[in-house]
């Protein structure tokens, strides 16, 4: 079974610039989180999706959106990038049944 | 403001020795103590985790402590191997009222000398 599968690996961007990041999880999987983890910090919650709606939103700026397709896919928008938004960003997924989420190796972003 | 206070930020354990992470809460609603591990370049990894309802869960060498009264739980690694070198994040989350939103540690980088 294909774990939880995050696009691209690595990317640099422009300050300024948008980016979307791609994830799918987990065969069977409805519930789609993102984080983002900073260097030497521990992930910080950006999103969670649960049957392609909202289920929750961390302490991000506009400029961070999200959606989950029917598939249960997601992407991961980000606007105007700022220095700061350079991290790996996280995706998780869950069948929304259990505890406990698998995350996929992540997207190292760097903005210049 | 960090929900889950995590010590010592990093640690040095020879081969074969004891490894103790330490990490405690405020919240009580939380439901649900996961550990992960993670090497560079990958994703965590959902390593062992723990309810509220037990006091201690072990898996091969891999123990959680947990006390419900000081809000405290702790990850032992016994006979600690060089393979175990990564970096360990203790998380909370409480399932009923966010789905399981993770709220992480700072994270342990332990390095284990052969």
């Known amino acids: 079974d294909a774990g939880v599968t995050q696009s691209p690996t690595h990317l640099i961007k422009t300050r300024g610039q948008h980016v979307t990041l791609r994830c799918s999880p987990i065969?069977?999987?409805?519930?789609v989180s993102w984080y983002q983890q900073v260097l030497g910090q521990g992930p910080q919650f950006i999103f969670q999706?649960?049957?392609?709606?909202?289920?929750g939103r961390g302490n991000f700026p506009d400029r961070f959106s999200a959606r989950q397709f029917p598939n249960y896919s997601s992407e991961l928008n980000v606007n105007a990038l700022l220095l700061g938004d350079s991290a790996l960003y996280l995706c998780?997924?869950?069948?929304?049944?259990?505890?406990?989420?698998?995350f996929g190796s992540g997207t190292r972003l760097t903005v210049v | 403001q960090q929900q889950v206070k995590q010590s010592p930020q990093s640690l040095i354990v020879q081969k074969g020795g004891i490894s103790i992470i330490n990490c405690a809460y405020e919240?009580?609603?939380?439901?649900?103590f996961p550990w992960y591990q993670q090497f560079p370049g990958k994703g965590p990894a959902l390593l062992i985790a723990?309810?509220?309802?037990?006091s201690e869960k072990k898996e091969g060498r891999f123990t959680i402590s947990f006390n419900k009264s000081a809000k405290q739980f702790s990850l032992h690694i016994m006979d600690s191997q060089p393979g175990d070198s990564a970096t360990y994040f203790c998380?909370?989350?409480?399932?009923?009222?966010?789905?399981?939103?993770?709220?992480f540690g700072r994270g342990t980088q332990l390095t284990v000398w052969p």
């Open positions: 999706y649960y049957e392609k709606e909202e289920r």
């Open positions: 998780a997924s869950n069948s929304g049944l259990i505890y406990g989420y698998t």
């Open positions: 998380a909370a989350s409480n399932r009923g009222s966010t789905l399981g939103r993770l709220y």
């Open positions: 919240n009580t609603a939380f439901d649900y």
């Open positions: 723990i309810r509220p309802d037990v």
């Open positions: 065969s069977g999987h409805k519930s």
